[in-house]
RNA sequence: GUGGGCUUAGCUCAGUUGGUUAGAGCGCCAGACUGUGGAUCUGGAGGUCGCGGGUUCGAGUCCCGCCGUCCACCCCA
């Protein structure tokens, strides 16, 4: 169909570009603020990156990208997430060779070939920070404190950050190894599909939302249970440095990460009421994934937030600013346009927004249709007033209008608005 | 990929046991003694009833398929 857009796409049309551009500005000025410098990646990458950087086993690679060659037979695919970009990157740019650690951000749409629902899109947009270089624990805090701060300087409320350590591939291993045993025992005690993940995926029968499943693994060895030392100290260190900054967590031993590419620190913002989808960000620390990329053994940690999901929340919670108005409405009584052309070129110079009609109204009109497009004032360019000097400058919320020489309009408008 | 709901005007929805030219509210455009918005009143424009089949003398209405959309599962942002 011409006039549909594709599946699980969006149109972000006028009026809500603003709330866009707004978390923009935030983003920015909040990254540099913790000295984070912005990365662009492509839009598509060489599939192979995320096979090997995402995980074979993951539902993304499995059966979520959106792969296609290209006329010279490369496979291709759209970008999936971020991280494992961003890794390349620092790869083919040699980015070890500059001072450790590097801190980046980036911003833009990733896209995924999943069934749309509430809170999910095929192409949605990520906001989205990695440090590489350091496996310090205040690198993860920093991390989850920046997050949190995003969400508070949109002015979120009421929102959970769950965290959790998931261990390395040592412990990792320890742990499959004791949840199937567990759950092999309560097989019978699961839902149809945790039955099949005992062997494919016993860390995930943790997070099912079934209560039988709940009941089943309640006593169910978690990460937390199989920690090394290195890591045990780790996750103690990263909790310290969050109560230092006096940052509220609950540490949820069922949080798990779906992305193979996940070591110790997990977390997960979560937000009530928008629906099944409520993970609006999510991050930890990559170990593993650089070497997977071919590269160094270099330690990374990082977050990706949703927009669309925070989005979701800004609207759920009432906090959707009124945008900009425009400043003044230039409207033409008689034969006046030349002058009214004149005005609008000196308030724009100005820089004082303004606008004019273009389809032949009537002042009553125009008028109308100046209180329909919310300006702040209206400007009356009218025979009897020009033959004074003088224009009529109305208030559009007072009602309250009177005459201003031609040249004295800008600073009369300015210094009523400043 | 799986399941369920929904599809009539720009939006929200009516539309009788199948029966002539498919309606309302809001929105849009215009008018109410020709230079003044919001309120009220009046008028106007705007619909292949999602698409394709079928049943019927006759389908917006009943049946089948498809598309789209919403919600949920899986999983994730």
């Avoid at 662009?40 to 086993?57: A, D, K, Q, S, Y």
């Avoid at 961003?86 to 070890?96: D, G, Q, T």
């Avoid at 025979?383 to 309250?400: F, S």
Wanted: charged residues 25%; neutral net charge.
């Amino acid at each position: 169909m011409l006039t549909s857009k594709p599946r699980g796409t969006n149109d972000i049309i006028p009026g809500e570009t603003e709330l866009w551009q707004k978390i923009e500005a935030i983003i920015t000025s909040l990254a540099r603020n913790y000295g984070y410098r912005e990365i662009r990646t492509p839009i598509f990458e060489h599939t192979e990156l995320f096979l090997r950087g995402v995980g074979e086993n993951t539902d993304i690679v499995d059966k979520e990208m959106y792969t296609f060659e290209d006329k010279g037979g490369r496979s291709l695919t759209l970008r999936p997430e971020g991280t494992a970009a961003v890794a390349r990157a620092y790869l083919e740019n040699k980015m070890y060779a500059w001072p450790q650690p590097v801190k980046m951000y980036y911003l833009g749409p990733m896209f995924r070939h999943d069934r749309p629902q509430a809170g999910r899109y095929r192409q949605f947009h990520q906001f989205g920070v990695e440090i590489f270089g350091t496996s310090h624990p205040a690198s993860d805090a920093e991390v989850i404190h920046l997050c949190m701060a995003f969400y508070q300087l949109i002015g979120l409320e009421n929102l959970e950050l769950h965290i959790n350590s998931v261990g390395c591939p040592q412990c990792r291993e320890i742990l499959r190894q004791k949840l199937m045993a567990y759950f092999e025992s309560h097989r019978n005690d699961l839902c149809s599909i945790c039955r099949q993940r005992v062997e494919r995926n016993p860390l995930r029968i943790l997070d099912c939302k079934n209560k039988i499943c709940r009941d089943a693994g309640k006593d169910a060895p978690t990460p937390l249970d199989c920690l090394c030392q290195e890591c045990r100290d780790h996750f103690a260190s990263v909790r310290r440095y969050l109560d230092v900054q006096q940052i509220a967590y609950i540490v949820n031993p069922r949080l798990v990460r779906g992305l193979d590419y996940y070591t110790k620190t997990a977390f997960e913002v979560i937000a009530p009421d928008i629906g099944a989808q409520s993970a609006i960000g999510g991050g930890g620390r990559y170990d593993g994934l650089v070497e997977t990329c071919g590269g160094p053994h270099i330690p990374g940690v990082g977050f990706a937030i949703g927009l669309e999901r925070t989005i979701s929340v800004i609207r759920k919670q009432g906090l959707e600013q009124e945008t900009h108005r425009l400043m003044a409405f230039v409207a033409m009584a008689g034969d006046t346009e030349d002058v009214a052309t004149r005005i609008i070129y000196t308030l724009r110079q100005a820089g004082v927004s303004c606008d004019r009609d273009y389809i032949g109204r009537s002042l009553k009109a125009q008028m109308k249709y100046a209180s329909k497009i919310n300006a702040k004032y209206v400007v009356i360019v009218g025979e009897d007033e020009l033959a004074r000097g003088n224009v009529t400058l109305r208030d559009m919320d007072t009602g309250k209008q009177y005459e201003v020489e031609l040249d004295k309009l800008v600073a009369e408008i300015k210094s009523n608005t400043c």
